[in-house]
């Protein structure tokens, strides 16, 4: 096992100015679990739960498995979380005796720089608070890391949709093969969910181009009579039921436009009539219910929750509307909200609803 050491590591009295120290110092966002990620080997196996974590702790992972980003010491064994900051790290010791009682479950012991480094923060907390009392010292508490996983920080999604991500999770389109496929997913939700009278269903994630049928809504009795309207993977385009296309037509009084600047109401060569397609501009003429606070944020928790099991700790939210940005800083302030959000404003829905 290598011994190497990372480099050294400040000194509490050291960091008000630590700007020549090459340490990688991350930050974790918003709870102790959200920028430390042990991230899996195989994405196949659950990923283990993890309680509430105290606001100090090391956590280890035998073999140099922990990755830092820092050129000087890129793998290290161990690293200290102090007030969710990981504020050092180094290798990992475990002796021989050790290695005997605890074959299966290894338990590490913090490394001599992690070790100094807390001994010398609390040091200086008991001459400070409580009077030089030794009694005062906290214990340091020791975490091993899963066999085969690594820990590296947390990593960024730079283009991202979280409410419209956990809205395409509940109905999952972008799964079907064929044509027919959707419809035999949308006909066992209507079973499972039956809906009250004009109540819109919602789904995303269609993919014309992987289709090689020539279906359509209005072949199922039971979907055409119900107002539909799915989402392409891409979100330019909506496909609508013939019951989603009536209520439409009766919105707009009866008439759709001959043309829509920045979009298109695709129609039949033959009839001219619309065929249920709506591209990019034509969508906002559909009058599909806004998306009630509830739901918003029954999305926003499936994304978070999705994130975090792959090792996403922040995620840049494109195009965020006032109502997606409110949400997001109530989730924050309700400790709801383990990730960092960058969020980039939508101008066109920053006035409220």
């Not at 509430?52 to 830092?68: D, F, H």
């Not at 050129?71 to 007030?83: G, N």
């Not at 480094?117 to 200086?124: G, K, R, S």
Request: with cysteine; proline share 8%; charged share 20%.
């Amino acid at each position: 096992m290598s011994t190497a050491k990372s480099s050294p590591q400040p000194r509490p009295s050291d960091r008000t100015n630590n700007s020549g120290n090459r340490q990688v110092v991350w930050t974790l966002v918003a709870s102790a679990v959200a920028g430390l990620t042990a991230y899996y080997s195989s994405l196949s196996r659950p990923t283990p739960s993890v309680t509430a974590l105290p606001s100090s702790y090391v956590i280890c992972a035998e073999g140099q498995r922990i990755y830092t980003v820092d050129s000087a010491s890129p793998t290290v064994d161990c690293i200290l979380v102090e007030k969710h900051n990981i504020a050092a790290s180094g290798t990992l010791g475990i002796s021989n005796l050790m290695r005997e009682t605890f074959q299966e479950t290894l338990i590490p012991t913090p490394t001599a720089e992690v070790k100094a480094y807390w001994d010398d923060y609390q040091d200086e907390l008991i001459r400070k608070f409580y009077g030089n009392e030794p009694s005062a010292k906290k214990p340091l508490p020791v975490y091993n890391a899963p066999t085969d996983s690594i820990i590296i920080p947390g990593l960024t999604d730079a283009h991202a949709h979280i409410v419209q991500y956990g809205f395409k999770m509940q109905l999952r389109l972008d799964q079907a093969q064929s044509l027919s496929e959707i419809l035999d997913l949308l006909e066992d939700h209507v079973r499972s969910h039956p809906p009250s009278t004009d109540t819109w269903i919602e789904a995303m994630g269609w993919d014309q181009t992987r289709w090689s049928d020539n279906d359509d809504l209005a072949s199922r009795p039971s979907l055409a009579s119900l107002p539909i309207a799915l989402h392409r993977v891409d979100v330019h385009a909506l496909w609508l039921s013939p019951r989603a296309v009536a209520l439409t037509k009766a919105h707009l009084n009866g008439t759709f436009p001959a043309s829509v600047p920045g979009g298109e109401i695709v129609r039949d060569p033959a009839t001219g009539e619309p065929t249920g397609i709506f591209v990019d501009a034509a969508m906002s003429l559909v009058p599909i219910p806004s998306w009630s606070a509830s739901q918003m944020r029954d999305y926003a928790a499936q994304t978070v929750k999705d994130a975090l099991a792959v090792g996403l700790t922040s995620i840049h939210d494109a195009a965020t509307s006032l109502a997606e940005f409110e949400l997001f800083q109530q989730m924050d302030e309700e400790n709801k909200l383990p990730i960092r959000v960058y969020a980039m404003a939508d101008a066109d829905r920053l006035s409220p609803r």
